[in-house]
């Protein structure tokens, strides 16, 4: 095994207990901050699900993946919303998704499923009409990205569709933010529009950037 796979599987066994932990406390304020009570959660939810619908230009029969869906606050909705399509929601984090399975929020169209070591996602290669993340890569250490975006351009369709919610406006990767975690997986990484073109080259193209919600910023790219 080489250097370049030996750190990626240290860092995805942080990522994986980081959240693991954070399933087990407070799950809701991990997943949204701005959120104080239980309706809060779910409304808020509902309501991003009902923005990315529109920004992703999603379709009643289309396969949508909800990347790093947590307790299934967005997905659960987006099954909801598009009752004909199939929703599917991964996470590193298996207990994660025990917790939101026991909710029973979610819809018979809704399936779950863990991602597995290296990023692997559990889904036939050119399966999904489309992808999204909220908040969701600023977790994946510097190491992991490659075989996360890799495992994207498998599993979602060449025409197909990905949203990315992790955009700042900085104009450098921090060398802090290439640093190893140690127990948690947040280490307020900043990607510029730049650090994704690099990074999806060849695989994904560019669309568009939205500004929705509260502060809420979706680089939406094309499957080549």
């Avoid at 990522?15 to 239980?38: E, F």
């Avoid at 992703?56 to 987006?78: F, T």
């Avoid at 779950?112 to 290296?118: A, E, H, N, P, V």
């Avoid at 919610?165 to 280490?187: F, H, N």
Wanted: with cysteine; glycine share 6%; proline share 4%.
């Amino acid at each position: 095994m080489s250097r370049k796979d030996v750190d990626a599987e240290r860092d995805f066994a942080v990522v994986k207990s980081d959240w693991d932990v954070r399933a087990q406390a407070d799950t809701m304020q991990s997943i949204c901050s701005g959120c104080s009570t239980t309706t809060q959660f779910w409304e808020s939810g509902i309501a991003e699900a009902r923005d990315l619908s529109s920004l992703l230009n999603v379709q009643p029969n289309d396969v949508v993946l909800d990347v790093g869906c947590g307790m299934g606050r967005i997905a659960s909705a987006m099954g909801n919303a598009w009752p004909q399509a199939t929703v599917l929601g991964v996470d590193v984090s298996s207990v994660m998704l025990q917790r939101a399975r026991k909710t029973r929020r979610m819809g018979p169209n809704v399936r779950l499923r863990t991602i597995g070591s290296k990023w692997h996602i559990p889904l036939a290669a050119a399966f999904v009409d489309v992808a999204f993340e909220v908040l969701v890569l600023q977790h994946t250490p510097f190491a992991l990205l490659p075989d996360c975006v890799n495992e994207l351009a498998r599993v979602i369709k060449p025409g197909g569709v990905f949203g990315c919610g992790a955009l700042t406006e900085r104009t450098d990767v921090s060398e802090k933010s290439k640093k190893v975690p140690t127990t948690d997986s947040w280490t307020s990484r900043a990607y510029t529009l730049e650090d994704w073109r690099t990074l999806f080259a060849g695989r994904f193209e560019f669309v568009d950037v939205h500004t929705y919600g509260p502060n809420r910023r979706m680089v939406v790219w094309k499957r080549v």
